[in-house]
């Protein structure tokens, strides 16, 4: 940046896009240790350690961000064929702007989340309609799509949907400190729970479970849960997926044999699985 621009970076956003843009409360790499700062805290009320040690990260308020929303959509930030190149999502995965919907070269919405050692955040933009969402929270949901449903729902006199708790937060920390246990308890809650927790993913809730441990590097852990996962009905592409982490567990714990199993279940369950596909190509070599 300081080589293109001839400034640090934190100076040209500055200059360049918070002062343009009227975001009065956006500081880069301001330290979490800043009375500033809302304290991170998970669902047993425990303070989250911010393990981040990258550079470059924007701290900033929800007025911000819609301020910044604002001028992004009315190509002040970006002119339009820029936003709509930045737009193009990644394979597997959204775009460098999260996920949008256009109509020709109209912009019809526009969402973005993201969460990181319990903080979250979603923006998201009916330019339809005329109504944009920003939602904060410094204790993790996984919910806000779900809230924000309900806010427009209700903008729209429609029936409102109250979202139920995450599986996945609610089990993750559990399954961390013991697998079997953590399974326990993910069960118990399937059997008895459903009123307070939220199932209609569960093979997703499982998966960023087993996420969860694999990024922990416990790999056995994670693939009891990923195992766990597979074994239940859902959508094909869901259950490849699955088997795929399993065998990047296996790769990880350098059991090729197992890894290139798992990995053949992926793609014989879903053909069109190419990171699955590629890896078996990388270990026959």
């Not at 912009?107 to 319990?118: A, E, V």
């Not at 195992?227 to 065998?247: F, H, M, N, R, S």
């Amino acid at each position: 940046m300081k080589k293109v621009s001839g400034q640090p970076y934190a100076d040209f956003i500055t200059k360049n896009i918070f002062k343009p843009c009227g975001m009065k409360g956006a500081v880069v790499d301001l330290p979490v240790s800043s009375p500033l700062m809302a304290k991170a805290f998970d669902q047993d009320f425990r303070t989250t350690p911010y393990l981040q040690s990258m550079t470059g990260w924007v701290r900033l308020t929800a007025k911000d961000l819609y301020q910044w929303s604002v001028y992004l959509h009315n190509y002040k930030i970006l002119d339009k064929a820029s936003f709509k190149e930045l737009a193009v999502n990644f394979p597997n995965g959204e775009s460098s702007i999260g996920t949008t919907g256009f109509a020709g070269d109209t912009l019809l919405w526009h969402r973005h989340q993201g969460s990181n050692s319990n903080y979250e955040a979603l923006l998201y933009s009916d330019l339809k309609r005329g109504y944009t969402v920003v939602m904060m929270t410094n204790n993790q949901q996984m919910k806000v799509d779900g809230i924000k449903n309900a806010l427009f729902a209700a903008l729209a006199n429609e029936p409102v949907i109250v979202p139920k708790k995450s599986v996945y937060l609610e089990i993750r920390e559990k399954a961390l400190a013991n697998v079997d246990r953590g399974l326990d308890y993910y069960r118990e809650l399937k059997a008895n729970h459903h009123d307070n927790y939220d199932f209609s993913f569960e093979i997703g809730d499982l998966i960023s479970t087993g996420k969860y441990l694999l990024r922990r590097n416990k790999m056995d852990d994670a693939i009891k849960v990923f195992q766990t996962a597979v074994a239940l009905q859902a959508k094909p592409d869901d259950i490849a997926y699955g088997y795929e982490l399993i065998g990047e567990a296996y790769l990880k714990k350098q059991d090729k044999t197992n890894a290139q199993v798992n990995y053949k279940k992926a793609v014989a369950i879903d053909p069109n699985n190419k990171n699955a596909a590629g890896m078996l190509q990388e270990i026959s070599k």
